[in-house]
Nanobody, 126 residues
């Protein structure tokens, strides 16, 4: 059983920064992509960013492009989401996701990811 463990959430003021981390635990795990999604109260889960483990290609939602950076430490098999210039509308539960066989056209689709973390809350006050 693969579990993804997120950390780094919290409460910040608008304009501040925060970094989330996600690492797998349990059995040995190799992913084709690791990413982040978020879900605000009353809204559907939405894509934030993802990174291909081969080649390091990154993909971002338009709403976070230029403010968020996704990165991966291959030695630790850990993915990070560094969030700058946070806005109140970034408030959500952030989920880490990973999949061993996802294809490029599905990277922004939450239904295409097999493994998920429990989520970590990011609250941004204006």
């Amino acid at each position: 059983q693969v579990q993804l463990i997120e950390s780094g959430g919290g409460s910040v003021q608008a304009g501040e920064s925060l970094t989330l981390s996600c690492a797998p635990s349990g059995r040995a795990f190799s992913s084709r992509a690791m990413g982040w999604f978020r879900q605000a109260p009353g809204k559907e889960r939405e894509f934030v960013a993802t990174i291909r483990t081969s080649g390091g290609f990154t993909y971002y939602a338009d709403s976070v492009k230029g403010r968020f950076t996704i990165a991966r430490d291959s030695a630790k098999n850990t993915v990070y989401l560094h969030m700058d210039s946070l806005k109140h509308e970034d408030t959500a539960v952030y989920y880490c996701a990973a999949d061993p066989s996802i294809i490029t056209s599905q990277l922004r689709n939450p239904d295409a990811y097999a493994y998920w973390g429990q989520g970590t809350l990011v609250a941004v006050s204006s």
